[in-house]
């Protein structure tokens, strides 16, 4: 995964040149310092030297895979004009985000994840000049191919991606901005990985997965099983997830509190957040979630310093102006951040 010596290509830059608009503020919730930027950016005009950039972070993948093997692509959009600006989009394949596979020697096929048709709403994305969002876009679960995988074959991809974003500050709508092109190699899984990979795909399983659910008939014996017979390897962080999600479930429809389901719940999210994984970051929030409900404090500022080691950088801000984050990372600065730890009263 990421070593040392990452990377970036960078393509598609545009030119926001076009006269500045007041900005609005979403919601009366607002920092300070970020309103007093936007005022202080009203007072000036974009022009040709002002541009966004789409990249990936090449660095931080690997250019062979396994069939079966989630793909994480690393997209990072950059703020390059000289003032603050609010960036609105999604990463969502039937939304903002266009992906497109092309196997080699056949027709390239847009790509439209584990999602079905819908209204999926932007988000705003509020980042200052060199700043950058990061996203970590999951290639993996497809609804669209019968084995429910987006390479499903062993050979040479090809993946293109464009955004639409729209910056409400220079007047830009729903301008399309392009990824650099890149190619994978799917190769046959390891002998000892194989069976997994067909046990999953003989339940159209990996499209469940892809959301954070177990396949149909799954339960926390099954998952485990698995996970004990082939070790680890790149989908136990995926597995781990859909189980807690399992286990949390059950937890919110039990009548009576549950100290196995909620220790159970507890120690997944936990293994899912242990290795990389486009999950990573999202196991973490619900341990944290889980730990606020629980009343443990001190479990608590242990999970949020690791989310600031695992979040990606443009959400510093958001910890800054989030009472959660403020109230545990004061509380306890005693406490040393580990690798391998519980949160189990």
């Not at 000036?44 to 062979?64: A, E, I, P």
């Not at 079905?116 to 996203?135: K, S």
Request: charged share 25%; net charge negative; with cysteine.
């Amino acid at each position: 995964m990421a070593g040392a010596g990452q990377i970036i290509l960078i393509v598609a830059l545009f030119a926001l040149f076009a006269p500045s608009v007041p900005a609005q503020l979403d919601s009366e919730d607002v920092d300070m310092d970020r309103f007093r930027a936007k005022r202080e950016y009203e007072k000036h005009d974009f022009n040709l030297s002002d541009f966004v950039k789409c990249s990936v972070q090449f660095g931080q993948m690997k250019s062979r895979y396994y069939v079966g093997e989630p793909v994480v692509a690393p997209l990072v959009v950059s703020n390059h004009t000289r003032f603050p600006i609010s960036v609105s989009t999604n990463f969502i394949p039937r939304s903002h985000l266009t992906v497109e596979i092309r196997p080699e020697g056949q027709r390239k096929r847009r790509y439209r994840g584990p999602l079905q048709v819908g209204f999926y709403a932007p988000q705003e994305f509020f980042v200052y000049p060199l700043e950058e969002i990061e996203h970590p876009f999951l290639i993996w679960g497809d609804n669209d191919t019968p084995s429910g995988l987006a390479f499903p074959e062993p050979g040479e991809y090809t993946i293109e991606m464009t955004l639409r974003i729209s910056v409400p500050e220079a007047s830009i709508s729903d301008r399309i901005i392009r990824f650099p092109t890149f190619v994978l190699e799917i190769t046959e899984p390891e002998p000892n990985l194989a069976p997994l990979i067909d046990t999953i795909r003989d339940v159209k399983g990996f499209v469940p997965l892809h959301l954070k659910r177990l396949p149909q008939g799954w339960d926390d014996q099954k998952v485990q099983g698995l996970i004990k017979e082939h070790g680890a390897n790149a989908l136990v962080p995926y597995l781990y997830f859909a189980l807690a999600e399992y286990f949390h479930g059950r937890m919110l429809e039990a009548k009576e509190e549950d100290r196995r389901l909620i220790d159970n719940a507890l120690l997944s999210y936990q293994y899912a957040g242990m290795s990389d994984s486009a999950f990573k970051f999202g196991a973490y929030m619900e341990v944290l979630a889980m730990c606020e409900e629980l009343e443990l404090p001190k479990q608590s500022a242990i999970v949020c310093r690791k989310l600031m080691e695992v979040a990606p950088r443009h959400m510093a801000g958001h910890f800054a102006e989030n009472p959660l984050f403020r109230k545990y990372l004061g509380m306890n600065k005693e406490i040393e951040p580990k690798e391998h730890w519980t949160v189990l009263r």
